[in-house]
């Protein structure tokens, strides 16, 4: 049974950092691209950041560019999302998530939800103005 489970969530100031992982079980992915996405309250799941297999490629979505960081761990089979300049409008429930295809390198990587098959539970993520 796949599993992906989120931690590092948590309450913190603007301007703050946090780093979310997200390991995962019952089969590996280190041949698969793997993404963060986050849901706002009252809002629609929104793409943050997706990785190719090897760390080679990231993608981030507009609202976290230059602040949002990326990275994954093939040995681990996790990926990590380094959060820093953290603002209000961050706040929202982040998810981990799985394509069960793989992205051969011209191929854009996966950004809506859609595209991916596994996903984590959440974890929360607030941000205190």
């Known amino acids: 049974q796949v599993q992906l489970v989120e931690s590092g969530g948590g309450l913190v100031q603007a301007g703050g950092s946090l780093r979310l992982s997200c390991a995962a079980s019952?089969?590996?992915?280190?041949?698969?691209?793997m993404g963060w996405f986050r849901q706002a309250p009252g809002k629609g799941r929104e793409f943050v950041a997706v990785i190719s297999w090897n760390g080679g490629r990231m993608h981030y979505a507009d609202s976290v560019k230059g602040r949002f960081t990326i990275s994954r761990d093939n040995a681990k089979n996790a990926v990590y999302l380094q959060m820093n300049s953290l603002k209000p409008e961050d706040t929202a429930v982040y998810y981990c998530?799985?394509?069960?295809?793989?992205?051969?390198?011209?191929?854009?990587?996966?950004?809506?939800?859609?595209?991916?098959?596994?996903w984590g539970q959440g974890t929360q993520v607030t941000v205190s103005s």
């Open positions: 019952g089969r590996t992915f280190s041949s698969f691209p």
């Open positions: 998530a799985v394509p069960n295809r793989h992205i051969i390198p011209t191929m854009p990587l996966p950004s809506g939800p859609d595209e991916y098959d596994y």
